[in-house]
């Protein structure tokens, strides 16, 4: 039986690698007792799978990854919602658990597209707006970039599906940037859209806060979420934030 | 609330593994803090990494928290991304667990385990604000205080820590707790510092050093005396005499990303009497106290539940002496018959470190590795049975070779045979002997499969304060480069043999500050200010460092670590007591020069070292026999006991006749 989760990871522990979360629910799922289904070999490990990495100093309000358990489980995902809701470090709060379809895709090969929520520091609302306008009125944009040490010029344009300026939210006054940036073919990270949104800013400084809101498939010729977030809001824990 | 927090956020997106900074671990006590109550900073010179795991900062954390008057957070030394960061944007040392500074602390207490961290410890105080000379601290600077194995000689440091504790921390960080306490709640008022240091050098276990004069003769010390007739001449080490009065943790800190030991640690006993002569956590911790089998079971089967750790490290100086190690190990095997509650998790994984040179061992390291047999690890630390008895690591080649064979048939293909070089007395037959032992083990190996392979680690041997080799001359770099390359050049004609060894420079910088006295301080605080933090890293470590301000200071690195010391000479250490009677030490060096190996008091008669004699403490051991298996470090078979569960006994035989020439 899999099961398919969403879950969230704020505050400090946005620090941590997209390995450390991997650990983080490898060790929850034991602490729990979860009838994990192991793969065969010589050193068994049980059998997850871990959607797209979420950079290091990233937030997310939409992770998700795929646990496969072993036979006789519980197949009630509202029992599993329970059960993961206090087994993983403060931070992370497990929103959604969905059976997931046999035969779907892996989330690796699935996801299409993902929107950031990027609080800025040091820019106003009115450079944001105007940024946004020369940003998308661009028919070529070039971004200088080395991945796996080889350097490139690439035209990201392409990659940016949708970005506007976005309302402070609740607890920090500063304002935002939403993008929705394509992840197939070598697609663009948030940190290189504010590059190349304030080519004349240093990044690093510029993007106080990287928040991924949803990750997007497409079914049909329509993109969709994962599991759609619905009503239900994150809370995070005091001390932690 | 003090937190540094909103400051030290933006900082983390530019630095190297961010994780390290921001504490929330699964399992770390959370601190509270309140005006009375006096506040720890428990601090570990080196990165996150290798100090998280550490068991005495994770246990006193909880012990002091747990009291009403104290509070304790912890600290790790910043890498250098992020100590750049913090002085230019001027965000001082903090507390991992609410991100206070560290001199809002009462006190800053550093677990000191190895000499190359002195350094990063001036620069941690110096991070804190707090001068790094304790002559200028006031009343508003945390103490400084220093334990760990370095206590045991923490001269070098003695212009800069205000405090150093000497032995085991549970109890007597409550009686420092008491004497600070009291202090602050009269009033912390100026001028009160001296006579709070003196309050505490009233504390057993505690040494101030600055309640000492060190009178010189040349270039040797005549004597250290106290400065006031209510401070002791001599401060002996603490030591608590029941483990199973000591659980911790109880709660074990399970980290939210990778450490060096990423599992949970279990101690199963503390001390060790097998008395390595060149061993210097076995002579200042004795004697030996073993936890009660069951009290392990209940903190394995507690600590994998709430860590959701799958592996476990059963920790000690020989876990394989433990004498409820069967009934414990039983107890994990899922096909084993303990009788024991089931573990929570199915897939457990039981590390035994410092493994015992034997077959025994080796059959019991099989019952409970799990699926995973990557590598075993196994330490004779010298290459001939004679120098074996100089440094009384009684182990024969029957032993090893037992071992290994035992090791390679199990389904092991990977050997690591750790060695020392430069002991006193090592002839380069002592030292060749290390590659005939190494290729004579994959030869065994070879038998079971053809990858069979062993690596040797070469260590440059460092004297160490408290152990009889303390009046040995180390070799110089040279010295040790030159038997490094014997054992390069001999292994090269050896197949399936490779050759690791460690810095002999970064080895003579260690005996420096190993054996070093007050005047090593001024070394220490040059190499600091020169930019040497992070010694025990390649990418930071530059011997001439440590040449120049020794030549700066007018200090002779021959004198300080090549020379032999004689019997009468006042050694700097002389007024600190692990217990050991200098005289046992002095006639332990002896038997060391003539040869003579000295069995393990546990199981044959008392020979008064002065530890137990002296401290009204006994051993703590649930067998009066030693287990089965191995020669137990006599060096005589005292096979017997248990069964032992390794299958290749018969075949060994005829395999060891063909390799062994010649064996003791």
């Known amino acids: 039986m899999r099961l398919r989760i969403r879950h969230t990871k704020r505050g400090k522990i946005r620090f941590t690698s997209h390995r450390d979360t991997a650990r983080h629910w490898e060790r929850a799922v034991r602490k729990v007792n979860a009838p994990l289904a192991y793969s065969s070999g010589f050193t068994p490990r049980p059998r997850m799978s871990f959607g797209l990495a979420l950079p290091t100093g990233a937030e997310s309000d939409a992770e998700y990854l795929d646990i496969e358990l072993a036979e006789g489980a519980d197949p009630d995902p509202g029992y599993w919602l329970e059960v993961f809701r206090d087994a993983l470090p403060p931070g992370y709060e497990v929103t959604h658990v969905a059976l997931r379809d046999a035969g779907s895709p892996s989330l690796q090969e699935d996801v299409v597209a993902t929107t950031w929520l990027i609080t800025l520091e040091g820019v106003s609302a009115a450079e944001i707006e105007d940024a946004v306008g020369r940003t998308l009125a661009a028919p070529v944009l070039e971004l200088a970039r080395e991945r796996k040490g080889t350097a490139s010029v690439d035209d990201v344009r392409p990659a940016i599906l949708d970005l506007s300026p976005a309302p402070a939210g609740d607890d920090d006054p500063r304002p935002r940037l939403c993008a929705t940036l394509a992840t197939t073919g070598r697609g663009l990270r948030p940190l290189e859209l504010v590059q190349v949104v304030f080519p004349a800013l240093d990044a690093v400084d510029t993007a106080a806060r990287l928040l991924r809101t949803h990750q997007w498939i497409e079914r049909d010729g329509e993109r969709r979420e994962i599991i759609p977030a619905g009503a239900t809001a994150a809370r995070l824990p005091v001390g932690c934030a | ?664």
């Not at chain 2, 001599?234 to 000591?246: E, F, P, Y």
């Open chain 2, 1 to 664: 609330m003090n937190s540094l927090w909103a400051r030290i956020e933006p900082l983390l997106a530019r630095v190297q593994k961010p994780a390290r900074y921001i504490g929330c671990e699964d399992g770390a006590v959370v601190p509270r803090h309140a005006p009375g109550k006096v506040s720890w900073l428990l601090a570990y010179p080196d990165t996150y990494e290798i100090g998280l795991p550490n068991q005495g900062l994770q246990i006193l954390h909880e012990i002091l928290n747990e009291r009403d008057d104290a509070v304790a957070e912890r600290t790790y030394a910043p890498w250098s991304d992020m100590s750049a960061l913090m002085r230019q944007r001027g965000v001082p040392l903090f507390s991992v667990d609410t991100h206070r500074a560290a001199g809002d602390f009462d006190i800053l207490a550093f677990n000191l385990s190895a000499e190359l961290v002195y350094t990063n410890v001036l620069d941690m105080v110096d991070l804190a604000g707090v001068p790094v000379r304790t002559e200028e601290r006031t009343e508003e600077h945390p103490l400084v205080v220093l334990g760990g194995h370095c206590a045991f000689n923490p001269e070098p440091l003695a212009d800069y820590v205000d405090v150093a504790v000497l032995g085991e921390g549970e109890e007597v960080v409550g009686d420092i707790t008491a004497v600070v306490r009291d202090w602050k709640a009269s009033g912390r008022t100026q001028g009160s510092r001296v006579g709070l240091l003196r309050e505490l050098s009233k504390v057993p276990g505690v040494y101030v050093p600055s309640m000492y004069e060190v009178e010189y003769e040349g270039a040797a010390i005549r004597a250290v005396t106290p400065r006031y007739p209510d401070v002791p001449a001599v401060v002996h080490k603490r030591t608590v005499a029941d483990l199973g009065q000591w659980p911790y943790p109880k709660s074990p800190v399970a980290p939210l990303t990778e450490v060096v030991h990423d599992r949970l640690a279990v101690e199963v006993f503390r001390g060790c009497t097998r008395g390595c002569r060149f061993c210097q956590a076995g002579m200042i911790t004795r004697p030996v106290r073993e936890r009660p089998a069951e009290q392990v079971r209940t903190m394995i089967q507690n600590g994998l539940r709430r860590t959701g750790y799958d592996e476990v490290s059963l920790t000690s100086l020989s876990t394989a002496d433990f004498s409820g190690i069967e009934q414990v190990a039983a107890s994990l095997n899922p096909l084993g018959c303990g009788g024991s509650a089931p573990l929570p998790h199915e897939q457990v994984t039981v590390s035994l470190p410092s493994l015992r040179v034997d077959a025994f061992t080796v059959g019991l390291a099989g019952q409970v590795a799990g699926g995973r047999r990557s590598g075993l690890t196994f330490a004779p630390e010298g290459g001939s049975w004679r120098i074996r008895q100089v440094i009384n690591k009684l182990i024969t080649e029957d032993d090893l070779y037992g071992a290994v064979d035992s090791a390679f048939s199990q389904g092991w293909h990977r050997m690591k045979l750790y060695f020392l070089t430069g002991l006193p007395t090592e002839l380069d037959e002592d030292t060749l002997g290390i590659v005939d032992l190494a290729r004579n083990c994959v030869r065994l190996g070879r038998r079971h499969t053809n990858r069979a392979s062993v690596t040797v680690s070469l260590g440059g041997f460092v004297p160490k304060p408290q152990t009889p080799f303390q009046w040995f001359g180390q070799n110089t770099t040279d010295e040790l480069r030159r038997k490094i390359q014997l054992v390069r050049d001999a292994s090269q004609r050896a197949k399936g043999v490779t050759v690791k060894w460690h810095d002999p420079a970064a080895t003579m910088a260690e005996g420096i500050a190993s054996r070093g006295d007050r005047r090593v301080g001024r070394v220490i605080e040059r190499v600091w200010r020169d930019g040497g933090v992070f010694q025990e890293w390649n990418e930071f470590f530059r011997l001439s460092r440590w040449q120049e301000a020794m030549a700066a200071e007018g200090l002779s690195i021959d004198w300080y670590v090549h020379r032999h010391r004689t019997e009468d000479e006042v050694l700097p250490w002389d007024h600190l007591s692990a217990g050991l009677h200098k005289d046992f030490l002095w006639a332990d060096w002896q038997d060391a020069l003539a040869e003579h190996g000295l069995p393990d008091c546990r199981w044959t008669p008392c020979y008064d070292c002065g530890v137990c004699t002296g401290y009204g403490i006994e051993h703590v051991v649930a067998s009066p026999v030693a287990p089965a298996g191995g020669s137990q470090g006599t060096g005589q078979d005292l096979t017997r006991g248990g069964e032992v569960p390794v299958t290749l006994l018969t075949r060994r035989e005829s395999a060891v006749d063909a390799v062994v020439g010649g064996a003791s």
